[in-house]
Each structure stands twice: as structure tokens, then as C-alpha cells.
């Protein structure tokens, strides 16, 4: 099964943004066990190390050999993040935005593409340009009705919503049209992770599963 089928399948992908390295090996063993297969790793695009950092921190979360999670990278905006993200394990890479040069890069080096766009001219580009699913982003600013408006002219091309998901809303996004949903920081919290209140952490997941399972 490739990795775009994972995603389909899994449904929930939980984003890891400003964590440590020092945490990532706890946070995503406590992310696995409350039931998360797939996991995004952020670069952070104002830090001048993000390329190493974000790298490394791929790296460690791969050499844990969780059966069946998939990392990803995210926030990939250049060719050298997507290279070190490539180089360190990622599976799949996700962009705020479309940038068919990356796109295309990314699917030469048969990785999985997820760009973020948010029109239905972004959406059918990133498409064209060879994305396997396309982030409508930010999902929670035009809502439901929204996501229903522009799902009868595109039905035919798979989307998974970022930003604004939550446990109360991610069954109406995947009912209403996409196929997967992207969480940060309301389920991976930082507060949680730094005091390490992992069993917390973990319930939380289950509880987004559940939620999820539409």
C-alpha cells in the first residue's frame, strides 16, 4: 500500500511543530500508542537550523521502527528542505502552499505530495502539477459550507483539511468530502510533552480516533 493510501486510510495525521528534539522519541511513542499512524514534522521556517533540526528530528522518530508509522515532513517551502527530508527517512511532504517546482520534485524522488492551497484554481493545479492530496488550508476559515461549495466541481481530487481541526469538528470534515485531517497543537501540546505527561498526551489521541472514525 503506498503512502497516499495510508493517508486515505488512517484518516489523521497529528502535527509536531516546536518540539524538541530531545522529545520527539517520547512524543511520538505516546502519539503510536493512542493510536496515530501518521505523523508531520515541521520545519521551522525562521530558525536558521531548521534544515538540520527538522532533519535530525525525522531521523530519530524513523529509527524508532514503530510498525506502521509514516513520517512525514512539513512546511516544506525549498529544495533543500525537501533533500534533508528525503534524506532522513520522511515519507510524505507538505506545503502551505503550491509550488509545482516542489511538487514535481517530490514525486521524482517518490515521495508522497500534500501542497496546501485553498481555491479551487490552487486545488486543481497542485492537482495537475502531480500532488497525490491536496491540504485545503486553512480549512476552519470557509468551514463546512465552504468544503461543500467547492467539492461538487472537484470531487475528483482527494483533500485533507488543516487548520482549525478539532475532535469536535474532524467527523464533519471527513464526512462532508475529505479524506484525511491534519491537528497540531490542540492535540500535540507542548505542554503536555514538556512536562512529560505522556499518558495524557496518548488519551488524547484516542479520543481524536475515535472521533475520526466516521
Not at 18 to 24: D, N, V
Not at 54 to 60: K, R, V, Y
Not at 97 to 115: C, F, M, Q
Request: aromatic share 4%; net charge negative; proline share 3%.
Amino acid at each position: 500500500m503506498g503512502i497516499k493510501e495510508e493517508i486515505i486510510r488512517n484518516k489523521v495525521v497529528l502535527i509536531s511543530r516546536g518540539i524538541g528534539g530531545g522529545r520527539m522519541k517520547d512524543m511520538a511513542k505516546a502519539l503510536y500508542e493512542g493510536g496515530a499512524r501518521l505523523l508531520e514534522i515541521t520545519f521551522n521556517q525562521s530558525s536558521p537550523d531548521a534544515v538540520k533540526e527538522t532533519g535530525d528530528a525525522i531521523a530519530s522518530v524513523c529509527s524508532l521502527g514503530l510498525d506502521g508509522l509514516h513520517v512525514g515532513a512539513g512546511t516544506v517551502m525549498t529544495e533543500e528542505q525537501l533533500l534533508a527530508a528525503y534524506d532522513s527517512g520522511a515519507e510524505f511532504i507538505l506545503s502551505p502552499n503550491v509550488d509545482t517546482a516542489i511538487i514535481r520534485r517530490t514525486k521524482e524522488l517518490g515521495l508522497g505530495s500534500v501542497p496546501g492551497a485553498y481555491t479551487p484554481t490552487e486545488i486543481a493545479e497542485a492537482w495537475k502539477a502531480g500532488a497525490d492530496i491536496v491540504k485545503l488550508f486553512p480549512a476552519s476559515i470557509g468551514g463546512i459550507a465552504y468544503l461543500r461549495a467547492i467539492r461538487g466541481p472537484i470531487s475528483h481530487i482527494p483533500l485533507m483539511a488543516v487548520g482549525g481541526i478539532s475532535e469536535a469538528n474532524i467527523g464533519e470534515f471527513l464526512r462532508n468530502g475529505c479524506c484525511s485531517c491534519g491537528l497540531g497543537s490542540n492535540i500535540v501540546r507542548k505542554d503536555l510533552i514538556e512536562a512529560g505527561r505522556y499518558d495524557e498526551l496518548t488519551a488524547l489521541v484516542r479520543k481524536l480516533m475515535e472521533a475520526a472514525e466516521v
